[in-house]
């Protein structure tokens, strides 16, 4: 079993910037893949970004690449999204999330087996 805590979420102009934390409970969390993702009002869940269990590997989205960083430290059990020149459309609740590295996709909401109970994100002009 893994516990995922979000926090750091707020309100932020355009071009802003502001760092997520997701702080994980569990003895097994080092060995789970993380991922972020988002869901806007009226929108479906989208995938943000991912990170293997030894950071080795990222993936993101096309929308936030390059903006968007996203890391983990495991001696402290916390993945970080770090999101730079925000735009409008980054507004959303963001969600961390945690799957086994050896089933499913990076990408796919239905194969993360843990997830965060969310944090808002505004972003306005």
């Known amino acids: 079993q893994v516990q995922l805590v979000e926090s750091g979420g707020g309100s932020v102009q355009t071009g802003g910037s502001l760092r997520l934390s997701c702080a994980a409970s569990g003895r097994t969390y080092g060995l789970y893949n993380m991922g972020w993702f988002r869901q806007a009002p009226g929108k479906e869940r989208e995938f943000v970004a991912a990170i293997t269990w030894n950071g080795g590997n990222t993936y993101y989205a096309g929308s936030v690449k390059g903006r968007f960083t996203i890391s983990r430290d495991n001696a402290k059990n916390t993945v970080y999204l770090q999101m730079n020149n925000q735009k409008l459309e980054d507004t959303a609740v963001y969600y961390c999330?945690?799957?086994?590295?050896?089933?499913?996709?990076?990408?796919?909401?239905?194969?993360?087996?843990?997830w965060g109970q969310g944090t808002q994100v505004t972003v306005s002009s």
């Open positions: 999330a945690a799957k086994s590295p050896y089933t499913g996709s990076a990408y796919a909401a239905n194969d993360y087996d843990y």
